[in-house]
């Protein structure tokens, strides 16, 4: 199937589809449908290759050593963090700190910002569409120093509420972390604007861009955000990998999260002297292959282009959305204007648990669940929801299939 959209170039889905072995498995005896792409995204043959490469002629301990596989897995694992910096269009690579994950990302700056410069009765601004890992760190550093959490309120569409976001800002105000797509209902927030609001403040600002990154071209000079975090697994690329951009200014001035090997110039007993960005949070043995994996993930899906990616994946989630507003007895939660391609549901009178368990005796995998965002759930009252993600490698055959097996659901239920 190709799709062609104005102004988007084309995306040849058949092709791309067969780049991912895993989507010909067959699941219960159906076809697998994977619809929880937020969750983690699948992995291309290409990056499958470029792991297995690396393992067979290029493993070793990367910064440590003069022999040639050590250089060539240095060369390689430095190779993909300018591949990062080119993909968030960062000024410097020295920029672009290897992390696990956006998880591991956003403790780093909780620990080195925020520990380190925070003090009580410093206030933070957080969103009520927050995951848990944009949440509990900042908890933590309030109960550990005292600092105050003020949260954006939402409306019942899912959108942040802009005049109640400004009021949130005082003389105390010292960081705004904010997700760009919320993870369980799909809002895209106004970013660029949010953050141009914080710096007339002189406020920085984190972005949570686990869900974002994936899906639309991120510019971090553009968007003049001070830090951007990001996971590798749901950006086709593998697990225990992810990505925190800081404005080297701030990564300067911030204190290392970990202490160990390579993240050192020297030692004593007495002392020690920090290494230089990034390094300097970068402690231990990282992740090389994954790191190497997740760049060549950024070669994919540059190669496909996310521009085009945006705007499949924008009329996929469109033509989702009208067919299940036309079904009796759903309601969707999250229907912001500016929406990334997830759809959370209710089906009525049954748990999101059975649905999802009935959609996978269907070959379908979507995730059921409060999906780490708690407060998203209190604000709409449910304790859970299903959720249907899409990525460019869906089709609307599989849209199809998605709306068969809620039909099944309400059949079973009825
Ligand atoms: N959301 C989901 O099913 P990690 O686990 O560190 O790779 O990513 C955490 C994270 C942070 N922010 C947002 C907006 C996220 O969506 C996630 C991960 C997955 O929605 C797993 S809970």
Redesign the pocket.
């Known amino acids: 199937m190709s799709v062609v959209l104005a102004d988007a170039p084309v995306l040849n889905v058949d092709a791309i589809r067969r780049d991912f072995p895993i989507l010909d498995l067959v699941v219960n005896g159906k076809p697998l449908v994977y619809l929880d792409n937020?969750?983690s995204s699948q992995m291309p043959q290409a990056v499958i290759e470029r792991l297995v490469h690396y393992q067979q002629h290029e493993h070793a301990n990367i910064h440590r050593a003069v022999h040639y596989l050590s250089e060539t897995a240095t060369r390689e694992f430095e190779g993909a963090r300018e591949k990062v910096r080119r993909f968030l269009n960062a000024k410097e690579a020295r920029e672009i700190i290897f992390t696990r994950?956006?998880?591991?990302a956003i403790n780093l700056v909780m620990h080195g910002y925020g520990r380190a410069h925070l003090a009580a009765g410093d206030e933070i601004i957080l969103s009520s569409l927050e995951?848990h890992?944009?949440i509990v760190p900042w908890q933590m550093l309030a109960i550990e120093k005292g600092v105050v959490l003020r949260v954006i309120p939402m409306n019942d569409e899912g959108e942040l509420l802009q005049e109640a976001f400004r009021k949130c800002f005082n003389a105390n105000t010292r960081l705004l972390a904010l997700?760009h797509v919320s993870?369980a209902l799909g809002t895209v927030n106004p970013v660029q604007a949010m953050i141009d609001h914080a710096h007339s403040l002189g406020v920085p600002v984190l972005i949570?861009g686990?869900?974002a990154a994936p899906h639309k071209a991120v510019d971090v000079q553009a968007l003049d955000c001070d830090f951007y975090a990001f996971?590798g697994?749901?950006l086709c690329g593998p697990t225990g990998i992810?990505v925190l951009y800081g404005k080297a200014d701030w990564l300067e001035a911030m204190q290392p999260y970990q202490g160990g090997g390579d993240m050192i110039l020297s030692v004593t007993f007495e002392k020690t002297d920090y290494n230089v960005i990034p390094y300097k949070f970068e402690a231990g043995t990282p992740a090389i292959a994954a790191a190497i994996g997740l760049g060549a993930a950024i070669d994919y899906l540059q190669s496909i282009g996310l521009e085009a990616i945006e705007a499949y994946e924008h009329e996929l989630l469109a033509y989702a959305t009208e067919r299940m507003k036309a079904m009796d007895g759903i309601r969707i939660i999250g229907q912001a204007k500016e929406k990334s391609a997830v759809l959370s549901f209710e089906v009525s009178g049954v748990h999101p648990h059975d649905v999802g368990t009935i959609l996978n005796d269907e070959g379908i995998a979507i995730?059921t669940g409060h999906?780490?965002a708690q407060p998203v759930m209190q604000r709409f009252h449910v304790p859970a929801t299903a959720r249907a993600s899409f990525a460019f490698y869906n089709t609307r055959d599989e849209v199809d299939r998605l709306m068969e097996g809620i039909a099944k659901v309400r059949e079973i239920f009825a």
């Open positions: 937020a969750a994950g956006t998880t591991e995951h890992s944009n997700t993870n949570d686990a869900q996971s697994h749901k992810g995730r999906h780490c």
